[in-house]
Nanobody, 116 residues
Framework: VQLQASGGGLVQAGGSLNLSCVAS????????MGWFRQAPGDQREVVAR???????GYGDSVKGRFTISKDNAKNTVYLQMNSLKPEDTAAYYCAQGAGWGAPAYWGQGTQVTVSS
């Protein structure tokens, strides 16, 4: 299973970015796909997740600003990030699991940097 994340970059506070994660060797329509992030010195935290049936869950710090979605036909998961804040700066990771527990597969990170 390979998860290829992209779309990170440098953006000013208040701006937007859209991350993509393409899966190969697995089907995103099965299980739970998620985005996690980790800033230097911090623990990895859940950003957003989406189930096979489209149920979503978000970390408290991103509710109302970030939206997770997926396109099963393209085997791709997206994370639309709006109203970005400097505290959103982190490496963002795509992950896949069988359920809402710890993911089994992780992609490489894509760096998001939000300047003030």
């Amino acid at each position: 299973v390979q998860l290829q994340a992209s779309g990170g970059g440098l953006v000013q506070a208040g701006g937007s970015l859209n991350l993509s994660c393409v899966a190969s060797g697995s089907e995103i329509r099965i299980g739970v796909m998620g985005w996690f992030r980790q800033a230097p010195g911090d623990q990895r935290e859940v950003v957003a997740r989406i189930s096979a049936r489209g149920l979503t869950g978000y970390g408290d710090s991103v509710k109302g600003r970030f939206t997770i979605s997926k396109d099963n036909a393209k085997n791709t998961v997206y994370l639309q990030m709006n109203s970005l804040k400097p505290e959103d700066t982190a490496a963002y990771y795509c992950a896949q699991g069988a359920g809402w527990g710890a993911p089994a597969y992780w992609g490489q990170g894509t760096q998001v940097t939000v300047s003030s």
